[in-house]
Structures are given as C-alpha cells and as structure tokens.
C-alpha cells in the first residue's frame, strides 16, 4: 500500500474527507448541511458544496440531498486513503531514532579556546555533574570533510543532548549549549560539546574527555578518528 495517496485531487481534498471522519461519517450517515461544514472549516459554502461534489465523483463518500442538508457517508474506498494518511503520519512520529551515529574526522590544533571554556567553574561543575566526568582542560578538535559526516552532525542539532545552561557574570554572558556522551576510537570515553560560544562551525566537532586524547590516543594533527555518538542517554 503506497503510504499517501496517488491522486493528487484527493490530496487537497483530504481535509474535507477528514472532517466528515471526525463528525462520525465513517461508521454511519450523517445529516450536515454545506453552511454548517464550511463554517466548521473557514471555507465558504460555495467550496464546500464543490469539495463535495468532487469526492462523491471519485467514489471517497456517497452523499444525498435532502432539504434539511446532506445525508453523508465515507464509503469503503474513503475510509482507505483515510488510512493511507494514518500509516504515513505512524512512520513520521512512530519510527524509533537511532541510538547512535557514527562520525570521522581529523584532527587539527585548534584556537585554544576550548580549554578557557572547560575550566570555567559554572561549566565545569555542570560536566561532572552531567557527564560523569572531570575535563581535561581542552577541547580534542576534529573537521569533518565527508559530506556523509557533516550530514551526521548536522543531525545532533536536532536531539536534546545533556544541556550545560549557560550564564552571566559581571563583565559578559556564556553561552549554553549540549553534549552526547561518546566512544573516541572504540576506546576512551568522552562527549561531544556543541556551541558553548565558538568559532567554529559546522564541519568542526569539538570533544571533551577526562584525558588528554591526544597522549592517550597518540594523536597528531591530520590523524582519523572516529567518533561513536549516543544520541540517547544510557
């Protein structure tokens, strides 16, 4: 079964067909008369009675004129393009999210920035109560270049994250921003931070950890690695 219906008319018809659901047409005749419909809809009656027409033409209700109003039924081929709407609507907001995503990078020397924004105390106080973990003073930074990868991290703007609440003090405001608890090379435990006032945008990722990653990992600039990101929390 296709997920939407194919015949564009039904398409911009749908609402109407919806409507007459919702009023009890799909389980029995209803009496409605077009004014009664088109106020419901902020259409006016002139649209509606064509709507009407139309949809009885394509076989989606079966309608007759009475002189108190219509006397309305969705008929068995309605009640399908109905359900062809509800099954693509399920997969939009019923599909389960990954639980992770993988990226791959390289690193590069940053600006040094990262370590000023770790070592604030409002900050770092949040990462340990968050994260589980006490920061190295720095930031591992890594620039994607894979179309593949830059798509991935793209989509972590669209998950919550671990919030880190952001603050202000007598001489400027710190940004808030997110992290995703992450494996770095299949080894050292981590997270990934996103926008606690950077430079950098997109195609750069910079990761937290409670080590050096670069000793531990024995990583130069220019070196791969790979990030496995939760999108979840465990």
């Known amino acids: 079964m296709d997920p ?21 047409a799909r389980d029995r005749t209803i009496k409605i008369s077009t004014k009664f419909l088109a106020e419901k809809m902020g259409l006016s ?32 081929q309605g009640e399908n393009q109905l359900k062809k709407v509800h099954a693509a609507l399920s997969t939009v907001f019923e599909q ?9 990078g390289t690193v590069f020397s940053g600006l ?36 593949l990868d830059l798509k991935m991290r793209r ?22 921003g997110k992290c995703f608890k992450a494996t770095i090379n299949n080894r050292e435990k981590g997270a990934v931070v996103i926008a606690l006032r950077t430079h950098y945008d997109s195609s750069v990722i910079e990761i937290l ?5 670069r000793k531990r990992l024995g990583l130069k600039d220019g070196n791969k690695v790979k990030l496995e990101v939760c999108l979840t929390e465990p």
Not at 4 to 24: I, Q, R, S, Y
């Open 45 to 76: 009656q002139q649209t509606i009675s064509r709507r009407l027409i139309e949809l009885e033409k394509k076989g989606l209700i079966q309608k007759t004129v009475t002189r108190d109003g219509c006397l309305i039924s969705i008929t068995k």
């Open 209 to 213: 950890a409670p080590t050096n990653l």
């Open 4 to 24: 939407l219906p194919a015949d564009k008319d039904v398409e911009t018809h749908f609402f109407t067909l919806f409507k007459l659901a919702e009023m009890g």
């Open 96 to 104: 389960k999210r990954p639980v992770s995503v993988t990226i791959e």
């Open 112 to 147: 040094g920035e990262g370590a000023y924004y770790v070592t604030r105390p409002h900050y770092r106080k949040q990462f340990i109560q968050k994260l589980g973990f006490d920061p190295y003073p720095g930031t591992l930074n890594i620039k994607l270049t894979n179309e």
């Open 155 to 176: 989509e972590l703007d669209a998950y919550d994250g671990i919030m880190i609440e952001g603050y202000t003090n007598q001489d400027r405001t710190y940004g808030a």
